[in-house]
């Protein structure tokens, strides 16, 4: 027996096809959303933590800068401390130094030269004398130039021949200086301290050989 389908079968398969191709478009939609929302959902959380971090990162930032902050406050107050005990050392070694100065004086001061004025301004100390001899002034400058722990780079300025009348009416001729020296910096008060107690015998005994004044 011969069967005959008379029904359209070609549009039925052709809406089949059609229907199947809707159902994989709106599959494949699917899962692109479902992708999609995965893909920004994992964004979001890595966003997420990176504004953790940055926040976590400033907040650190500050702190440290409020640390950088108080270290430089206490490097400024450090400084000025430093700055006051300086000052305060540059004040008890100055506050000693014409008791040095007029020591040395008289320990380097050879016989034969008198001095008659010391003026000091500074660092720098103008001498005027009278000596017997420019042998005598020499040796006066040598020994502040070699000799002295507290003098240096002496300078003579002037030095001329005077002639003077004793008491005996008799002519005497001398040398009238004008020199000039520079007090060293000494570097701490042991020195200072010491210098006083090696100089006081000899200025002990030396001291009415300078007859002298000080300004």
Same mark, same amino acid.
């Given at each position: 027996?011969?069967?005959?389908?008379?029904?359209?079968?070609?549009?039925?398969?052709?809406?089949?096809?059609?229907?199947?191709?809707?159902?994989?478009?709106?599959?494949?939609?699917?899962?692109?959303?479902?992708?999609?929302?995965?893909?920004?959902?994992?964004?979001?959380?890595?966003?997420?933590?990176?504004?953790?971090?940055?926040?976590?990162?400033?907040?650190?930032?500050?702190?440290?800068?409020?640390?950088?902050?108080?270290?430089?406050?206490?490097?400024?107050?450090?400084?000025?401390?430093?700055?006051?005990?300086?000052?305060?050392?540059?004040?008890?070694?100055?506050?000693?130094?014409?008791?040095?100065?007029?020591? +040395?004086?008289? =320990?380097?001061?050879?016989?034969?030269?008198?001095? %008659?004025?010391? @003026? &000091?301004? *500074?660092?720098?100390? $103008?001498?005027?004398?009278?000596?017997?001899?420019?042998?005598?002034?020499?040796?006066?400058?040598?020994?502040?130039?070699?000799?002295?722990?507290?003098?240096?780079?002496?300078?003579?300025?002037?030095?001329?021949?005077?002639?003077?009348?004793?008491?005996?009416? +008799?002519?005497? =001729?001398?040398?009238?200086?004008?020199?000039?020296? %520079?007090?060293? @910096? &000494?570097? *701490?008060?042991?020195? $200072?301290?010491?210098?006083?107690?090696?100089?006081?015998?000899?200025?002990?005994?030396?001291?009415?050989?300078?007859?002298?004044?000080?300004?």
């Amino acid at each position: 027996m011969i069967l005959i389908n008379l029904l359209p079968h070609r549009q039925d398969k052709r809406r089949q096809r059609k229907r199947d191709f809707y159902i994989s478009l709106g599959l494949s939609a699917a899962a692109g959303a479902a992708i999609g929302l995965l893909w920004f959902s994992v964004i979001g959380q890595m966003a997420a933590a990176q504004e953790a971090r940055n926040s976590f990162l400033k907040s650190e930032i500050k702190k440290l800068d409020l640390q950088i902050k108080d270290i430089a406050t206490l490097r400024g107050d450090i400084d000025a401390l430093k700055a006051r005990q300086k000052a305060v050392e540059d004040l008890q070694t100055d506050r000693n130094v014409p008791v040095h100065l007029l020591n +040395e004086l008289v =320990r380097q001061t050879p016989e034969g030269v008198y001095l %008659t004025s010391i @003026r &000091q301004t *500074g660092a720098v100390v $103008a001498v005027n004398g009278t000596a017997q001899t420019n042998e005598r002034v020499s040796e006066f400058i040598r020994n502040t130039l070699y000799n002295s722990p507290w003098l240096e780079k002496p300078e003579l300025i002037e030095i001329k021949a005077v002639a003077i009348t004793t008491a005996n009416r +008799e002519q005497r =001729r001398l040398f009238e200086f004008s020199m000039r020296v %520079t007090l060293k @910096r &000494q570097p *701490g008060g042991a020195a $200072a301290a010491a210098a006083p107690a090696s100089a006081a015998p000899a200025g002990a005994a030396r001291a009415d050989a300078v007859p002298a004044k000080v300004s």
